[in-house]
Each structure stands twice: as C-alpha cells, then as structure tokens.
C-alpha cells in the first residue's frame, strides 16, 4: 500500500487557514487553499490515499468520486514538486 508523507526538507508556514511552502533547493514555491491544507495537515504522518478520503468524506459535504479526483490531482502535483513523497509498505 502506498502512503504520502511531507518531505521534510520544505519548509512551511500556516497563513490563516492556508499554508505556503518553500523547496529552498529549487526555490520553487507552493500555496495551499484550506480544503489543501487539512490534506497537507494529515500527511504530517504516513496517510493512505483510502484514509484520506474517509477522513474528507467525514469532514466536507462532497461527493467521493470529486474528493476522490480533486485529492489526486493535488497529490499528482506534490509528488511532481517533490513537497510529498510516497512510502511503499
């Protein structure tokens, strides 16, 4: 089972319910709306992409199969900036 973690490296700060981040070795920089960030908050430890979505589904008032794409769609972009990495179990 794949699972999603912070790269520890990024550095990152919470502005209101946002989150901006910053790869100091790429200078690349990354912004987080609020429904972003509760998904940033829960990859502070290893996550499922299954438990995520539970964990949205019981937060949000959204359908799965949009959770399910707008939450893959923000990993696809994390993993591609390297500001997330996968854990293989």
């Known amino acids: ?11 990152q700060s919470k ?4 989150v901006v981040m910053l790869d100091m070795e790429s200078g690349f920089y990354f912004g987080l709306n609020s429904v972003a960030s509760v998904i940033w908050k829960m990859m502070e430890q290893e996550i499922s992409f299954d438990l995520m979505i539970e964990r949205l589904m019981g937060t949000f008032n959204v359908e799965r199969s949009l959770c399910e794409s707008d939450t893959k769609e923000l ?3 994390l993993l591609e ?9």
């Open 1 to 11: 089972m794949i699972r999603y973690i912070h790269n520890k490296e990024i550095i």
């Open 81 to 89: 900036k390297k500001i997330i990495r996968e854990v293989n179990s």
């Open 75 to 77: 990993i696809d972009q």
């Open 15 to 18: 502005i209101g319910e946002e």
